[in-house]
């Protein structure tokens, strides 16, 4: 009954629409008609009464007035104190316009006065370069396109052609008229259009309200006929523009704008020049659109299946297979004599004609199930799972199942609904899995019937489901039989209420200081409408309201369905605890519907700000190699977790730059670098696990010495009577008496001045003697085995 309703007033919808459509084109036709005037119409001229002019009121003089009834136009004659005046010859003012001797204007229309131009209508006679018009008292007239022929309200004409004009009286007027007819002239009379405007405006404001009313009418129409908006759109543009553009054209002729020459070509194919063009801007603006649902999902790569390929991986002498390359060119490529001059890819197990065997998968079947039969695919071709301690063996509807298979060679699986014919028809991946493997497992959730029948009655569901499973092994061999796996969802009705099971935030962290609120998801295993609360109360009392998936097909990835909030009110430096209840069929009636009686309980801590407190390096750093190893070191306190955090740096600062360090998420991160000479500068940023985010600054420089010390001075120190030398960095110094052949750790060493000067050496004087010296800095360097830094003897030195 509610069917036929809706069709019923469906119906009288459309009438409705198909009335007001036509109101718009009869309504387009009247004012475009709108200057025609009942021909019951009557007016007094100078000559006595007369009929409104099929032209209209506007052709007469201003002021005139108009009688709805001959009785009427008579009586205001019998009123009249003097008789008419009789119509005089007029003359031209300087508007153009003619009046008589009174100072009446001429009335300007075909029938009784006024100008008219004259044309061909189907052009001149062949042969010939103009038309002869011949009238009596003014010879013989030629014209080539049109001409005007002015007639005055006292019966006198004026004729004019390429500008001479010629006069005539009343006879000539008659014979002249006869002579028009003769040669097959046209009158064209100023076109008359909506709400009385005339000539070429008239066919411009035509135009413009023909193209309105066509347009909306296609837009009415085009939805209510199920079109694409596209080609509602480009149908509408198309067919205004054709009619404004063959009204435009028509202005440019003889009853409009009288354009010389544009009725040659343009008025005469006005029609099918604004056909062609609606048509050509149709094409230009119409796209067709089309949809199409697309199931897309995110696999590793597989390579071929079969074996065909893998030989080519041997033919290369320049580069040896590996075994990523083998394996690349085939699901059944493998490496033989790995490790030896004759290792090769090859096709393993190439006559394997035999599809993968199938057998149920205890192991994983979720607990309080079982799998009534364990035979395997062939010659069994399917199994069932049926639920303990139910007498229908039904699952429990919106709870979680998982099942699986097991194969006798690693093998690909798939599953669908439906029967297919070939491996690859089917839609889906056992397990969402294209691996290659021995085990395959599956785990959904599935509604219950009478929510399926709830929300989609035209499909009626009675919760019994066959899936249909096929593997395919490296080889390509796959299944011809499909395995059947059969259970049932309890028809029973619902009296459980939905269960919370996760949420977009872990219960228990921690969030950002000041952050003051938080948005989170939570997943329930139904469709539900949940709220929330800062104190455990009722569903019906709960102050906050979610957003929530509220039919079966708005399920997620996980085979749940998400409610959404922002969390307020967040306190810092403290626990904040929220309360959700949730409750189920959400189009049900209300007293079958199911609701928390328990709160689900969510917790977030508040934190506080995350500080730097130590950064390093700092000052010079130097070494005695090209580049030498520095340690930056960030240590982190207070934060959601008493300082621990991820650090990261970058020597630019650039949002994109930032680096993680290799040893972080600690209250003490550090970064191993390797550098050279030169002045270094690293942003550090900090985060930890609340969000809370912390800056700071290393600057350092790096300074390399790969040079031995220099002796910059030896001398005889007489007042202590010693040998002393000085260096120009910090060194160790020994000598030798021999030769400069020695190492460094065989040598005398010198005596420091002081411990705190190291620059200042002193030994032993003996001036026959001659001091082969070595010196070596902090960081190691010195000079070569065979070469002193400097040779003293009392004939060298002072």
């Known amino acids: 009954m509610q069917k036929r ?71 205001a004659v019998a009123a009249q104190s003097v008789s008419s005046p009789a119509p005089l010859s007029p003359t031209q003012t300087s508007n153009g316009r003619f009046v008589n001797s009174l100072g009446e204007t001429v009335p300007s229309s075909v029938s009784g006065a006024g100008a008219v131009t004259y044309g061909f209508p189907n052009g001149l006679p062949a042969g010939t370069s103009g038309y002869n018009v011949n009238f009596p008292g003014a010879g013989s007239q030629t014209f080539t396109n049109g001409f005007t022929f002015e007639k005055f309200a006292d019966g006198t004409s004026r004729f004019t052609q390429n500008g001479a004009t010629t006069t005539l009286d009343v006879a000539d007027t008659k014979i002249f008229e006869t002579e028009i007819a003769k040669s097959g002239a046209q009158a064209y009379k100023p076109y008359q259009g909506p709400f009385g405007v005339t000539g070429g405006l008239g066919h411009l404001f035509n135009g413009v309200l023909w193209a309105a009313g066509v347009a909306g009418a296609i837009q009415l129409f085009g939805g209510l006929l199920g079109l694409e908006q596209g080609l509602t759109d480009a149908l509408s543009i198309g067919a205004g523009a054709g009619i404004f553009i063959y009204n435009a054209l028509e202005s440019l002729g003889p009853t409009g704008f009288k354009v010389a020459g544009a009725d040659s070509f343009f008025v005469a194919n006005s029609a099918w020049i604004g056909l062609g063009a609606g ?9 067709s659109e089309s949809a199409k649902r697309v199931s897309f999902q995110c696999l590793p790569w597989e390579a071929p299946v079969g074996g065909k390929s893998c030989e080519q991986c041997n033919g290369d002498p320049f580069r040896p297979c590996s075994e990523y390359r083998c394996k690349a060119l085939g699901q059944a490529c493998e490496i033989v004599n790995a490790g030896t001059t ?35 695919r062939p010659p069994a071709l399917g199994t069932k799972i049926v639920r303990d301690g139910v007498a229908n063996g039904c699952l429990k509807a919106f709870t979680p199942l998982t099942f699986g298979v097991l194969t006798n060679e690693p093998a690909q699986c798939k599953v669908d ?81 939905p269960i919370i099971v996760d949420t977009s935030i872990t219960s228990g962290s921690a969030v950002r ?28 009392t709960m102050e906050n309201s979610m957003a929530c998936a509220t039919s079966l097909t708005q399920i997620n990835s996980r085979e749940l369905y998400t409610c959404s909030t922002t969390l307020t009110g967040i306190a810092d430096r403290q626990e904040n605890t929220f309360y959700f209840r949730c409750k189920d069929k959400p189009n049900a009636i209300e007293n079958e519907r199911n609701v928390n009686v328990n709160s689900y309980v969510f917790k977030l801590r508040g934190s506080q700000p995350l500080n730097i407190i130590e950064v390093a390096p700092n000052g010079t750093i130097t070494g005695s190699t090209q580049t030498i190893p520095v340690d930056l070191r960030v240590v982190t306190d207070d934060g959601a977790d008493e300082g621990v955090a991820i650090c990261s740096f970058s020597p630019t600062g650039a949002q994109n730059s930032y680096v993680t360090m290799f040893d972080t998420e600690k209250i003490e991160s550090t970064q191993r670098l390797t550098l050279g000479t030169g002045n270094y500068n690293y942003n550090i940023r900090c985060v930890d696990l609340g969000g809370n985010a912390a800056t700071a600054n290393i600057t350092f420089n790096v300074l390399v010495d790969t040079l031995a010390p220099l002796i910059s001075r030896a001398y005889h120190d007489s007042a202590n009577n010693a040998l002393k030398i000085v260096t120009n960095e910090n060194a160790a110094c020994v000598y030798s008496l021999n030769s400069c052949n020695y190492n ?32 070596k800095d902090d960081f190691g360097n010195e000079p070569a085995p065979n070469a002193c830094s400097l040779v003293a003897s009392a004939s060298a030195i002072a």
């Open 513 to 540: 200081y000041g952050v003051g609120t938080v948005p989170l998801q939570v997943y329930v295993n139904e469709p539900a409408e949940c709220k929330w609360s800062a104190q455990d109360k009722t569903y019906e």
């Open 5 to 75: 309703g809706g069709l019923f007033l469906k119906s009288i919808a459309v009438s409705e629409m198909a009335i007001f459509v036509i109101s718009i084109f009869s309504f387009a036709f009247i004012i475009s008609e709108a200057n025609i005037v009942s021909a019951q119409n009557y007016y007094i001229s100078p000559s006595g009464i007369q009929q409104v002019p099929a032209g209209g009121s506007a052709l007469l003089p201003q002021g005139t007035t108009i009688y709805s009834s001959l009785q009427q136009a008579q009586a």
């Open 417 to 497: 609904l439906d029967h297919k014919d070939k491996y690859d028809e089917m839609q889906f991946f056992f397990g969402n899995s294209n691996l290659f493997t021995y085990n395959h497992s599956q785990t959904f959730s599935l509604p219950s019937p009478n929510s399926v029948n709830a929300e989609a009655p035209e499909f009626p569901n009675d919760g019994k489901y066959d899936f249909f499973v096929r593997c395919r092994d490296k080889n390509g061999n796959e299944n011809v039989d499909e395995y059947g796996i059969q259970f049932c969802v309890d028809p029973s009705p619902d009296t459980t209420p």
């Open 744 to 775: 460094f750790n065989e040598g005398v060493a010198l005596l420091y001045v002081t411990p705190s000067n190291k620059k200042a050496h002193y030994a032993e004087w003996q001036p026959n003697l001659v001091y082969y010296l070595k010196c």
């Open 279 to 287: 048509i050509l801007i149709f094409i230009l603006l119409y796209k």
């Open 342 to 376: 004759d290792e090769k890819c090859v096709w393993v197990n190439p006559n394997d004609a035999l599809s993968p065997t199938i057998t149920p998968w205890d192991t994983v079947l979720t607990d309080g199930h079982r799998y009534v039969s364990h035979d395997t």
